[in-house]
């Protein structure tokens, strides 16, 4: 969803005045059943394959229902509007979907739904953002080449059958292809999106079990519940008011004013006291989510030899197991690779394969670092976004350990950016001094949701620019296997590539956390860190 560098949010944003439609004015003012949510703008409009963050991504889940969608329990890939997705071959796959779906404007979905939606994210003149998630479809080179203009307007893969049946071929074999068509870049689209697009735009339409009623950027969006949703999971409140918070200390403090159902992200600063805050309206579990240090590696002082060497030192100068404890009261454990204990072995999780890369060794990093000829100019900055509050602390500790390690005061820094779309904005433009933070929330529950869209050559959120042939050889591979334990071992060793370049350093692994009022109840989290709204009660 996201992607790269998702966000998580709080407080009001600045400008924006208090009011009981914002953030002030009591929880319970002028919205029977409705559940009012912190929330951040999202960084691109809400068309599904242009949405790779985290806050789009929630409002996507509950306007779309696609093919699939991800237990909010287990993260295991259920069908929803596939009846059934048929292969002999992992390449050549038949899409029988499910009777009696609609959007909410009263168009059926059909199979042309998906066909028109998934050609449209594919196709280099949209300018979408997940693309890419249509690589493995026959015919993306000519729709979305690596550069000129487009040679077709639609993937040759894509046939539509007849209302409720196409077939997809894929230019290699991808056994565990279907399990990625949860993600929202799959969703269906009606044709008003793309008879009245601006239209869309400004007030999306989709067939999940919520409407959207308004939105005023930079202060909140306001989704209904859809009466006529005629899926299996109807929503249980009236709605959700996402509200837009540019400081998650201030939504915090909303929460316990009364002026704000639920925070889905807990202030690092508030972790010593929120349990005696909120009791057992304090969540905090595992999530498919993992923090890095990226490199750009589009710098030419990163690309010179020996400064893999250097970025392993680096990585081994950072004592992640006090960072952890002092700054977020062991909300996140120490990583040993680049995916997510959520996976678990059989999903590709294998801790320990960073190796000594990622254990504190202060000596061995300061050995490393001079053998790899030093940080390039002597000097290194961490770039952070400030608006969320919650980035300076352990950007801070994870500079102090670096420096302490390397006995140099001056040899790391941190580098706040005002806000997270400026953030966002110098990354995709590639303006990165240095290293820069960047977290990974899991779009499916694969092992290939935590490599390739991250490291392998031009990916969609590859942002730091990492290429290397034989990391993208593996991959590949790994994709067209057919069992899934040799999928899982050929990913694996791509992530001892990551352990000898470095190209992202491993920080730790992240829970999902939120709190709420005792306005409402069975409030969850799902396994990617975000909150079944659906399930929602307003008591």
Not at 214 to 231: A, I
Not at 351 to 378: N, S, T
Not at 438 to 448: E, S, T
Request: net charge positive; glycine share 10%.
């Amino acid at each position: 969803m996201r992607r790269a560098t998702r966000a998580k949010w709080g407080a009001c944003a600045v400008g924006v005045a208090l009011v009981a439609t914002a953030c002030g004015g009591g929880a319970g003012a002028g919205r029977s059943g409705v559940v009012s949510s912190s929330w951040g703008d999202p960084q691109n409009p809400l068309e599904p394959a242009n949405t790779n963050e985290v806050q789009g991504g929630k409002v996507l889940e509950m306007l779309f229902r696609g093919l699939k969608r991800y237990d909010p329990k287990t993260g295991a890939a259920e069908n929803v509007i596939a009846d059934r997705i048929e292969t002999s071959d992992s390449q050549n796959f038949t899409v029988t979907l499910k009777p009696g779906w609609t959007f909410s404007n009263g168009e059926k979905v059909t199979a042309k739904s998906f066909v028109d939606a998934w050609n449209y994210g594919a196709l280099l003149s949209s300018k979408q953002k997940n693309a890419a998630f249509f690589q493995y479809i026959d015919g993306f080179a000519q729709v979305h080449p690596d550069g000129g203009s487009p040679r077709a307007k639609t993937l040759s893969g894509l046939v539509v059958k007849d209302d409720r049946t196409f077939t997809v071929k894929l230019n290699q074999k991808f056994s565990s292809w279907p399990d990625t068509l949860g993600y929202s870049a799959f969703m269906p689209l009606p044709q008003a999106f793309f008879r009245h697009h601006d239209d869309w735009i400004r007030k999306p339409v989709g067939n999940g079990p919520y409407l959207v009623d308004s939105y005023e950027k930079g202060s909140v969006l306001r989704m209904r519940k859809w009466g006529k949703y005629p899926g299996d999971d109807p929503a249980r409140n009236g709605g959700i008011d996402l509200r837009v918070y540019t400081d998650n200390n201030t939504a915090y403090t909303d929460l316990q004013a009364g002026n704000l159902d639920l925070v889905d992200d807990i202030p690092a600063a508030q972790l010593k006291h929120v349990k005696a805050d909120l009791g057992g309206r304090y969540i905090n579990q595992p999530a498919g989510i993992i923090q890095t240090l990226t490199f750009p590696m589009y710098d030419k002082r990163w690309q010179r030899p020996g400064t893999e060497k250097v970025r392993r030192g680096i990585s081994m100068a950072i004592d992640r197991d006090q960072i952890t404890q002092e700054i977020f009261e062991r909300t996140r454990t120490p990583a040993t690779d680049w995916t997510s204990p959520v996976l678990g072995a059989d999903g590709g999780y294998k801790p320990g394969l960073c190796g000594d890369a990622c254990v504190f060794d202060a000596a061995k990093a300061k050995q490393l670092i001079k053998e790899g000829g030093g940080i390039p100019g002597g000097r290194m900055t961490l770039t952070y976004n400030a608006d969320t509050g919650s980035h300076k602390d352990w950007i801070d500790a994870t500079c102090n350990s670096i420096n302490k390690s390397l006995g140099d005061d001056n040899a790391c820094v941190g580098n706040p950016v005002g806000t997270f779309a400026d953030f966002r904005n110098k990354i995709t433009a590639k303006r990165m001094p240095g290293p820069f933070r960047a977290g990974w929330q899991m779009d499916y529950p694969l092992i290939q949701n935590f490599l390739q869209p991250l490291y392998y050559t031009n990916a969609s959120s590859n942002d730091g620019k990492f290429s290397n042939r034989a990391f993208d050889k593996l991959v590949n591979e790994a994709n067209a296997a057919t069992d899934t334990g040799q999928a899982v071992a050929k990913f694996q060793t791509a992530e001892k590539i990551l352990a000898q370049q470095m190209p992202a350093i491993p920080l730790w692994y992240q829970n999902g956390s939120g709190g709420y009022s005792d306005r409402i109840s069975k409030v969850s989290l799902n396994p990617f860190s975000v909150p079944v709204y659906s399930e929602i009660k307003v008591n």
